[in-house]
């Protein structure tokens, strides 16, 4: 029977200690390991915030135990690349598509997604790939418009 859980996070391995093996991704994320960049919104799934990618797929960290996903790679907002986050940053400002940033690094991991090829494998546009993202705060037209000149 196997006892411990590790991951791969941003590219480093963790041993996750039993504690958090039964908690919430999204717990272990922001508390063990202080990667406070993935945000709680509902945590239900619904609002995107806490996204994140497991083995290349964008999946709702507070729906994840962290115990379910041994030998797994976890990408978080801290672990993109430098260069796409300052793309991503210059592109929001320039069509103003975002204002109190709490919704953005959930945003930013979904657009490395869909820029990593995410939608190769169908013909959904940027709008229907980012309605599990919401923004209490912006228009989704200036969002949805930075989103497509990114991709």
């Known amino acids: 029977m ?16 039993p504690s958090f093996s039964g908690r919430r991704l999204l717990d272990y994320l922001r508390s063990a390991l202080g990667l406070v960049g993935t945000k709680e919104g509902c945590g239900e799934g619904d609002c995107g915030a806490c996204t994140v990618l497991v083995d290349g797929t964008p999946m709702c960290s507070c729906l994840l135990l962290t115990g379910v996903l041994d030998g ?12 796409f986050l300052s793309q991503f ?10 204002q109190c940033g709490y919704c953005t690094p959930g945003i930013a991991v979904m657009a490395a997604w869909l820029r990593d090829g995410g939608n190769d494998m169908n013909d959904e546009p940027v709008s229907k790939l980012f309605e599990g993202n919401l923004c209490r705060c912006t228009g989704y037209q200036q969002l949805i418009e930075a989103l497509t000149a990114l991709s």
């Open 2 to 17: 196997k006892t411990r859980t590790c991951l791969r996070v941003n590219g480093t391995q963790y041993e996750v200690p």
């Open 72 to 83: 797994r790679e976890v990408t978080t907002i801290e672990g993109l690349p430098e260069a």
């Open 89 to 98: 940053a210059a592109i929001c400002t320039e069509y103003g598509a975002v």
